[in-house]
């Protein structure tokens, strides 16, 4: 258990709707970072929140956003869904700074219909 | 850019054999981390092994052994008599070193999916 928590573990959507998914990091983590793992991939990098703010950011369109609150727990928000949205979306906390240890919660399974 | 390349989409063995997950890396930073996170049917990546690119000193765990070489940016993991509980995705990864801008992004490789069979 990493302590990494996120809601919900599963989710259907239909083409066109918004959707929010919601992570809560370790305790002590200040860093949350968002990925999409599409059916038989790796991971990819969407994006870092640190202190509140978007650090660092992969190749999504502008329809990913994200929050952090100040108690590090943060959310991805996606718009105008499409059929390539499906996929596993994890996050992951990190203490301190950008180059510690990622450590990951369960993830949420998302499908868009 | 970055990348990670693990050649082996899938990988068989059965119980007690011991095998090796290859791991090749691309990266014109000069410092950098890499990792194995370990990926079982329920979907969450379990870290196992982080390495900073200074230290090529190979590692053990128990079961579990890494052997990173630089000069053929390679680093590869070896599971020692396998059992049917390591049968799970496993996954290598890139991180630049957060200096300045950079950020602990993950490039992550495709996966290798080792089945450990009874």
């Known amino acids: 258990e990493t302590g990494v928590t996120q809601s919900p573990t599963h989710l259907i959507k239909t083409r066109g709707q918004q959707v929010t998914l919601r992570c809560s990091s370790q305790?002590?983590?200040?860093?949350v970072s968002w990925y999409q793992q599409a059916l038989g991939q790796g991971p990819q990098f969407i994006f870092q929140?640190?202190?509140?703010?978007?650090?660092g950011r992969g190749n999504f369109p502008p329809r990913f956003s994200g929050l952090q609150f100040p108690n590090y727990s943060s959310e991805l928000n996606v718009n105008a869904l499409e059929l390539d949205d499906s996929a596993l979306y994890l996050c992951?906390?990190?203490?301190?700074?950008?180059?510690?240890?990622?450590?990951f919660g369960p993830g949420t399974r998302l499908l868009v219909l | 850019a970055q990348k990670v390349t693990q050649a082996q989409t899938e990988i068989s063995v059965v119980e007690k054999e011991d095998v090796t997950l290859d791991c090749v890396y691309e990266?014109?930073?000069?410092?950098?981390?890499l990792f194995w996170y370990k990926q079982p049917p329920s979907g969450e990546l379990v870290f196992l092994i982080r390495?900073?690119?200074?230290?090529?000193q190979n590692e053990i765990s128990g079961r579990y052994s890494w052997n990173f070489q630089k000069s053929t940016s390679s680093f590869n993991f070896t599971i020692t008599a396998s059992q049917v509980v390591d049968s799970a995705v496993y996954f290598c990864?890139?991180?630049?070193?957060?200096?300045?801008?950079?950020?602990?992004?993950?490039?992550f490789g495709q996966g290798t999916i080792l089945t450990v069979h009874p």
């Open positions: 929140y640190y202190r509140e703010e978007e650090n």
């Open positions: 992951a906390s990190t203490a301190k700074g950008f180059q510690e240890t990622q450590y």
């Open positions: 305790s002590g983590h200040n860093t």
């Open positions: 390495r900073n690119s200074f230290d090529e």
């Open positions: 990864a890139l991180s630049r070193d957060a200096g300045g801008t950079s950020y602990g992004k993950l490039t």
């Open positions: 990266t014109r930073d000069t410092t950098y981390y």
